[in-house]
């Protein structure tokens, strides 16, 4: 069992940046694939990034590709969303996921309570 515990999130004007951190506990992190969602208010949850155990390979949401890094640290436990030329449509609560089997790009096993990103225009 991993602990997902999100940080990082807030309002940001459009165009700004903002960092989101996941900090996981428990098993070996580098066990999991890791993975960052989100939902808005009466949307679906949608797939943001995800990257590999060792950071070999990612994925993007098509939404964010270009404008969103995902990157890992497995000595501090911890993945991580660069967001840069964030948008009002950005708008969400954003969930870090992990997974130990499958990379999440729809659906992983654990997941974090969420970290909210307002972003205005």
């Known amino acids: 069992q991993v602990q997902l515990v999100e940080s990082g999130g807030g309002l940001v004007q459009a165009g700004g940046s903002l960092r989101l951190s996941c900090a996981a506990s428990g098993r070996t992190f580098s066990s999991y694939a890791m993975g960052w969602f989100r939902q808005a208010p009466g949307k679906e949850r949608e797939f943001v990034a995800a990257?590999?155990?060792?950071?070999?390979?990612?994925y993007y949401g098509d939404s964010v590709k270009g404008r969103f890094t995902i990157s890992r640290e497995n000595a501090k436990n911890t993945v991580y969303l660069q967001m840069n030329s964030l948008k009002p449509e950005d708008t969400a609560l954003y969930y870090c996921?992990?997974?130990?089997?499958?990379?999440?790009?729809?659906?992983?096993?654990?997941w974090g309570q969420g970290t909210q990103v307002t972003v205005s225009s």
């Open positions: 990257i590999s155990r060792f950071g070999g390979a990612t």
């Open positions: 996921a992990a997974d130990p089997q499958r990379t999440p790009l729809a659906d992983a096993r654990y």
